[in-house]
């Protein structure tokens, strides 16, 4: 089955400057790779989403890349804010809705 | 759109006693699935559905039982519960191709 691994665990950056998650899953079939948000004491909820046929996507202040070939996708986040901290999941998806994700990254964002 | 609803919030049980954690999804949605979260873990897949009278295993099944007679219910049922049971219990839907949407949450204590 798809197996997601995402890194680092734990990222600490000042105010301002930018945040990279990085993930790569093992299923060439994976064709949906979603990113989650997760607050504490919340249900995590999506931020941005990427399919195979796209290889770059931005929402504001958030962009995933993804490459089909070396099988790795990115969460890249610019100026980063102290309400960007939180827990970020990366996930994978091959078959009919079901969703493998990665072991989560606590970002945490000083002022 | 309620979208996918949850019930109890929370819940305490004595080793050895059973109970349903209910979820419903009023988005006509094929795929439902069932995490649990440990503190300071990832989501783990415990069942899913691909639609009404489909279920398969995820990933920690052991102790959990469910079913779906119905389009809009997934319950998860714990049939003899132990402390090692005790967690948050996400409930979560999607299309086959779209967003996978996650419930706000069971947090269940066993003693």
């Known amino acids: 089955g798809e197996n997601v691994e995402q890194h680092p665990s734990t990222l600490s950056v000042q105010e301002g400057d930018s945040a990279v998650i990085k993930c790569t899953y093992s299923?060439?079939?994976?064709?949906?790779f979603p990113w989650y948000k997760q607050e504490l004491g919340k249900r995590p909820q999506l931020i941005i989403d990427?399919?195979?046929?796209?290889g770059e996507k931005k929402d504001q202040r958030i962009a995933v890349t993804l490459n089909k070939t070396a099988k790795h996708f990115s969460l890249h986040i610019t100026e980063t804010q102290p309400e960007d901290s939180a827990v970020y999941f990366c996930?994978?998806?091959?078959?009919?809705?079901?969703?493998?994700f990665g072991q989560g990254t606590i970002l945490t964002v000083h002022p | 759109n309620a979208g996918v609803t949850q019930t109890p919030k929370f819940q305490v049980l004595k080793t050895g006693q059973s109970m349903t954690l209910q979820c419903a999804q009023d988005?006509?949605?094929?795929?439902m699935s069932w995490y649990r979260q440990d503190p300071g873990m990832g989501l783990r897949l415990i069942h899913y559905?691909?639609?009404?009278?489909?279920?398969d295993q995820g990933e920690v099944p052991n102790g959990y039982n469910v079913s779906r007679s119905t389009t809009e219910d997934f319950p998860l049922r714990l049939l003899s519960a132990a402390p090692s049971q005790t967690s948050v219990y996400f409930c979560a839907s999607s299309s086959a191709v779209g967003e996978q949407f996650f419930g706000p949450g069971t947090r269940l204590t066993v003693l």
């Open positions: 996930a994978g998806r091959t078959s009919y809705g079901k969703l493998t």
């Open positions: 990427i399919r195979s046929n796209v």
């Open positions: 988005m006509n949605h094929e795929y």
């Open positions: 299923d060439s079939a994976s064709n949906y």
């Open positions: 559905s691909v639609g009404a009278g489909i279920t």
